[in-house]
């Protein structure tokens, strides 16, 4: 689309830079900052040069933080034992979210794709090694997507692992919490019926 | 959702202040911005910055401008005595794709709306009024949304203009060009019932 003014095409061009933005909402949006105040500009692109500036990776296990070591893994009541590997720092937040997890993390900053040109040297998989036998992890948890990526990924760690003590353990897969059967995909309800657990039993060992 | 890091709060806050991002939404945005370089980020911004700084509405019809006065308002080649009525820029925008509408525009900025607090003071409808007696305008057409909103603002304008001298004409309502007949809502084909055109007639008049 061409609006007939460079500087509404610039602004609706970096708009749509955005993943999921198509031109349609771009412009929206554009014209929706446009009707705000100067401050409320100024305020909107500072918050994201404030973020790019002050904000780095943790240099242990890649979280985002202000310092040079994240929060988490300042935080002496957890667990150095257990790590969660997980994709990126989004699925970082969705566990936290949980409070059901009181180890620490290894942001792999993505998963092994060659259709999207990601290689097995692209993620912090040496690093994760290295940690596990520095700080003598004995568990870390894959929590990777249930994609064909995900598992890919799995494997791979599984095998650069072989030769270091530690157990490994991969999230549970199945249905969701609130699902109903007949709409869950014939994979998931397949895996779930594999993957059962003992619910109560009469029979005495 | 609080992410323990005021710089990602402040960041998520002012990407979901933006109209139909939601938080999560929001942070995949910011994380995407965080992935990019400096320089891009820096760009990103600036765009909306340069925007808000040298973008103003036209002091005729208060179409978007970088100067005084519109590019469409100083075309020569275009009428003076139609003017389109609509809502907003997007919707001009809109009009001006379609190639088929070569007099000029008058953007109200809104219309009249009690519940979201858009009085008939709030649009520019006087601005309109005056327009019409100083450029002698013929006709004006109606072109706002097909909502009760866009028919109270038509009937307002109306009124308003009831002592000028000067068409006025709305924009066909009716069933949409590819359209399957079934998935119509029965007012929309009502509608276009009433509002039906002679396509061919074998009776001589």
């Known amino acids: 689309m061409d609006f007939k003014s460079k500087l509404l095409n610039d602004a609706v061009e970096q708009m749509s830079s955005l993943p999921g933005i198509g031109q349609r909402s771009a412009l929206r949006l554009v014209l929706h900052l446009l009707d705000q105040s100067e401050k409320e500009v100024n305020d909107f692109t500072k918050a994201f040069i404030n973020l790019k500036e002050h904000l780095n ?44 997890f009181y180890g620490k993390y290894h942001v792999l900053g993505g998963v092994i794709s060659p259709m999207d040109g990601i290689g097995p040297n692209d993620i912090k998989v040496n690093e994760l090694k290295e940690r596990i036998i520095n700080e003598k992890t004995t568990e870390i948890i894959l929590a990777l997507p249930a994609t064909m990526e995900g598992d890919t990924t799995n494997f791979y760690i599984y095998r650069k692992l072989q030769e270091v003590k530690v157990n490994i353990t991969l999230i549970s897969r199945g249905i969701g919490v609130g699902n109903q059967l007949e709409y869950i995909d014939e994979l998931t309800l397949g895996k779930s019926l594999l993957d059962r657990s003992i619910y109560k039993t009469n029979i005495s060992n």
């Not at 202000?66 to 002496?76: A, Y």
Request: glycine share 0%; with cysteine.
């Open 57 to 100: 990776f943790c240099d242990k296990c890649y979280h985002i933080t202000e310092q040079k070591t994240c929060e988490i893994c300042r935080n002496p009541s957890r667990s150095d034992e257990l790590i969660c590997v997980v994709q990126d720092v989004r699925d970082l937040l969705a566990i936290e979210s949980t409070q059901q």
